[in-house]
């Protein structure tokens, strides 16, 4: 079946606008998480989806994050007047949503804050 | 403070060699260890999970040791091929919620 698909794969804004990133997670999972890669870095994670609530945005790195989740499928994350440090790739994951279980990531979508 | 560390250099072995890579963490208590693969322009693809009581698990040519008194995992590719060199990284689960912390990756060369 298809795998997590996130769009788009590229976003050019410029400071000060506001982006809204997409994850399609595979069909059944109902966990669903974001993560951050800043270039040469790991993965820092910003939150967590449960079905469609969120028990965990302690990542979240300022209250212009928001992200949220309909339908236990698709999820939006949404970034208010981007800063250039927000440039990164983010990452969507799915799983099975219980612990002890692998994610199943999507290619990420690169965004550069100009 | 809580850290997860991987050899920060790059690592670079001959086809058909071992590779061992190294993850080490402080001030967790993960009940789950993850390998995953990063291509580059990709997201990760995972490869091994490992649980606090196992010591070992292997799958193909992959092996991944889990020494939860050192607070350690190795991860090991057997004979090893130019496709195998890709970036890997560690992640531990830290709570209830299947959240994964990361460690910054090594980035593995295997030489035909």
């Known amino acids: 079946g298809a795998g997590v698909s996130q769009s788009p794969s590229n976003k050019v804004t410029e400071k000060g606008k506001d982006v809204e990133l997409r994850c399609d997670p595979i069909?059944?999972?109902?966990?669903l998480y974001w993560y951050r890669q800043r270039l040469g870095q790991g993965l820092e994670f910003l939150i967590y989806?449960?079905?469609?609530?969120?028990?965990?945005k302690s990542g979240l790195p300022s209250d212009r994050f928001s992200a949220e989740r309909t339908g236990e499928s698709v999820s939006t994350l949404t970034i208010q007047r981007t800063q250039q440090e927000d440039s990164a790739v983010y990452l969507c994951?799915?799983?099975?949503?219980?612990?002890?279980?692998?994610?199943?990531f999507g290619p990420g979508t690169r965004l550069t804050v100009l | 403070s809580q850290k997860i560390e991987q050899n920060s250099e790059a690592l670079n072995i001959q086809e058909g060699k071992t590779a061992t890579l190294t993850c080490n963490y402080t001030?967790?208590?993960?009940?789950?260890l993850q390998w995953y693969r990063q291509d580059p322009g990709r997201g990760p693809v995972f490869l091994l999970l490992?649980?606090?009581?196992?010591k070992e698990k292997r799958k193909e040519r992959l092996k991944v040791t889990f020494d939860t008194t050192l607070k350690q995992s190795l991860f090991h590719i057997t004979a090893s091929q130019p496709a195998d060199s890709a970036t890997y990284l560690c992640?531990?689960?830290?709570?209830?919620?299947?959240?994964?912390?990361f460690g910054t990756g090594t980035l593995l060369a295997v030489q035909p």
């Open positions: 994951a799915s799983s099975l949503g219980t612990t002890g279980n692998e994610q199943f």
């Open positions: 069909s059944g999972h109902t966990a």
């Open positions: 989806f449960q079905g469609n609530s969120a028990p965990d």
């Open positions: 001030n967790y208590s993960p009940a789950y």
């Open positions: 490992i649980r606090e009581n196992e």
């Open positions: 992640a531990l689960e830290a709570g209830a919620t299947n959240k994964l912390i």
